[in-house]
Structure formats: structure tokens, C-alpha cells
T-cell receptor, first 113, second 112 residues
């Protein structure tokens, strides 16, 4: 079945550091890929998405590119802020009605001032 | 447009009781999914409803059930509560199956 793997956390960075959170997936077809973020005490929010190979999703300074050849969708940000501290979830969905969203385990990011 | 709403936000129950959680999706959204989130197991898919029918179900015992009404509102029910059912229960809605999901704030259930 479909699956999503994320790098183990927690990730601790200093403010203004570069962020990469790795995400790879296994899917039978051509899924859409998503990054969700969960701030403390809140539900998940959609951060960005990409629906086909080579698409780049971006939002709030975060970017991720859909790489079909490496089945990856790594999340990057050039300069993190303390307010980016949260848990980040990579997810996929296939539009064939065969399976709903599949989420990765989440990566906790802590940004120190 | 109002977001996904979940009621109640917090709930405390004792073992053996049952509980019903409610989710109102974003207007126009027809698919509703439920997830259980715990520190140990992470985010686990419970079930998905579309057009009042359960379309997918995760690996949870039969004590967990749900339904969807004609206005797309959904409820989930957990019977014979166990301590391990303590979790944040998240509801998500989407326009259609497979589309990006929008999450509610969750219901924090504590079983004592």
C-alpha cells in the first residue's frame, strides 16, 4: 500500500538557519503531495501542495518540489523563525478513490532565538 | 467561509462509557475524514465518509463507529471507552474525495 516516510525528529535550529525536512513516499499511481503543519494545541493546517511531477508548492517562505524520479517531496525554508516551531506532516493522496490521505509520522521542529 | 468546527473541544469520560463527537465540515465540502492523534501512535486514520456512506476505514476496533448526515455533518462514536482511547480526535473535510483536507481544531478526549 501507499506510505510516507519522514526524517526523524525532533529538529532543533537557531533562528535564521536553513531548514530541510526530508519526505519520501511509496505509491502505486501518481499521487498529489502535501505538507501540513500543526502548531501547539491546534489542528493541522495545509501548508503547501503539489499535484504532479516537477510542481513546486510554496507558502510562507516554505517550498517543496515533487520529484517523481526520487519519490521525494522535501520541505525547505531559507531562514526559519521562532514562530515556525511546530510539527510538520508530509502526506499523499491518490485520486483514484482507492485510498484516502496517508500521513507521515510528523517531524517536530523547534527554532531557538 | 467558516472552517471545520468540532464539538465539544474537550471531554472527560470514565472507562466503560461511550462518547459521541461531532464535526461540521466547510460549507460545500462533501467528504469528511476522522483521525486519532496520540503521542505514541501519531496520526492514525479512522474512517472517511462521503455521501452518507463510509468509504474507507482504518485499523480500529468495532467500538469506533461513525456516520454522516445529508448535510455532510458527521459524528463519530466510541463505545466502552478504554484508557488508551485518550487522544486528540481530528476531523477533516474536503470538497471531494482525494482533495486537500481542511482540519478542525480537534476534540481532546480524556478517559479516566
Amino acid at each position: 500500500g501507499n506510505s510516507v516516510t519522514q526524517m526523524e525528529g525532533p529538529v532543533t535550529l537557531s533562528e535564521e538557519a536553513f531548514l530541510t525536512i526530508n519526505c519520501t513516499y511509496t505509491a502505486t499511481g501518481y499521487p498529489s503531495l502535501f505538507w501540513y503543519v500543526q502548531y501547539p494545541g491546534e489542528g493541522l493546517q495545509l501548508l503547501l501542495k503539489a499535484t504532479k511531477a516537477d510542481d513546486k508548492g510554496s507558502n510562507k517562505g516554505f517550498e517543496a518540489t515533487y520529484r517523481k524520479e526520487t519519490t521525494s517531496f522535501h520541505l525547505e525554508k531559507g531562514s526559519v523563525q521562532v514562530s515556525d516551531s511546530a510539527v510538520y506532516f508530509c502526506a499523499l493522496s491518490e485520486d483514484n478513490y482507492g485510498q484516502n490521505f496517508v500521513f507521515g509520522p510528523g517531524t517536530r521542529l523547534s527554532v531557538l532565538p | 467561509k467558516a472552517g471545520v468546527t468540532q464539538t465539544p473541544r474537550y471531554l472527560i469520560k470514565t472507562r466503560g462509557q461511550q462518547v459521541t463527537l461531532s464535526c461540521s465540515p466547510i460549507s460545500g465540502h462533501r467528504s469528511v475524514s476522522w483521525y486519532q492523534q496520540t503521542p505514541g501512535q501519531g496520526l492514525q486514520f479512522l474512517f472517511e465518509y462521503f455521501s452518507e456512506t463510509q468509504r474507507n476505514k482504518g485499523n480500529f476496533p468495532g467500538r469506533f463507529s461513525g456516520r454522516q448526515f445529508s448535510n455532510s455533518r458527521s459524528e463519530m462514536n466510541v463505545s466502552t471507552l478504554e484508557l488508551g482511547d485518550s487522544a486528540l480526535y481530528l476531523c477533516a473535510s474536503s470538497v471531494n474525495r482525494g482533495h486537500e483536507q481542511y482540519f478542525g481544531p480537534g476534540t481532546r478526549l480524556t478517559v479516566t
